[in-house]
């Protein structure tokens, strides 16, 4: 069965198989040059005032060029699309195939029962599934350490300067890459379960999965664990986003892009308030002509003498792999609580 199991797998496996060598074969010619653009950048070996501005330089180096940046790019989109393409090719015909050309008449009245014949499909394809995708977060991890190593040491400015945490980097790198692998093709699978046809069970895969994978960042992963909370004076920020309106500057909005003293943290939500911890955006207004008159920094200063402080909420960079391994085991319960579904569908409904 398990030999079977891999025959009728062949043609994905060859496709998988060569879309990851085109990938390893992308990444391994421009790799090195990567690696030597980031060792004569002179980050190695840095003294710590000076490795924020020679990270910048280098992640702007990039920016500027192009090429790396299109890459780093389009390495995190297709590692975000393999577990949607794997549930839609491989999970949602396992089942629904069957039934629309009616070979499961003869499959499920062999000597094999209904429960050995899914659960050696379910492995094949689910274990599958897993190692390309976590095969491509591998390599796209390779590729890009000098760009993770140039965002850790404080470098901004440019599309590439994404933490950890961010949405696109924490959902394809460490092993999160694999319960999405897994929760995708378990959920085609229970789609072509439901509705044993093939096209419309892809359809469903498609508009469920997409939908877990918006809500997760924004609404489940942020609350996985409470969050930390924080008020400090707006001069201590490194690194801010001051928006100002209103007639002659009368209002502002002001926003921390990091947190002194820890960095790496993922900042849930930030803004400023008043001497009485309330939240304000109006400007104090002995500020509203140094607004124009001598840049942020002068703002910055007057906020402070009039008692405006940031108010920050934010998960602590510690927490990383609490995380990844929280949201991992998340996918993967799902996706083992919908191959049970399959098993007991198709052994009491299906004919």
Known sequence: MIRLSLLQFRVQAITATAALAAFAVLLAATGPHLASLYAASGIRGCQPAACEHL??????????????WVLYLLGVMLILLTPAVIGLFWGAPLIAREQETGTSALAW?????????????LTVGGLGAMAVTEAMSLMQAWWAA??????????????????RFSSLVFATHGITPLGYAAFAFTLGVTAGALIQRTVPAMAVTLAIFAAVQIAMPLWIRPNLFPARHTV???????S?????????????????LNLPGQPGAWLLSSGAVNAAGQ??????????????????PAVMACLASHGIREAITYQPASRYWAFQWTETGIYLAVALALAGYCFRRLNRRLS
């Open 240 to 256: 801010i986003s001051l928006q100002q309106g209103g007639l002659n500057g009368s209002q502002f909005n002001l926003g921390a």
């Open 109 to 121: 009245s062999q000597s094999i029962t209904r429960t050995r014949w899914l659960a050696v499909k």
């Open 55 to 68: 990270a910048s330089n280098f992640l702007q180096q990039l920016y500027t060029a192009g090429t790396y």
């Open 146 to 163: 000098p760009i993770g190593r140039a965002v850790g040491l404080g470098g901004g400015g440019t599309n590439l300067a994404m933490g």
């Open 279 to 296: 939240a304000t955006s109006t400007t104090p207004a002995a500020c509203t002509a140094q607004s124009y008159e001598n840049g942020t």
């Open 232 to 238: 400090i004076a707006v001069t201590a920020l490194d």
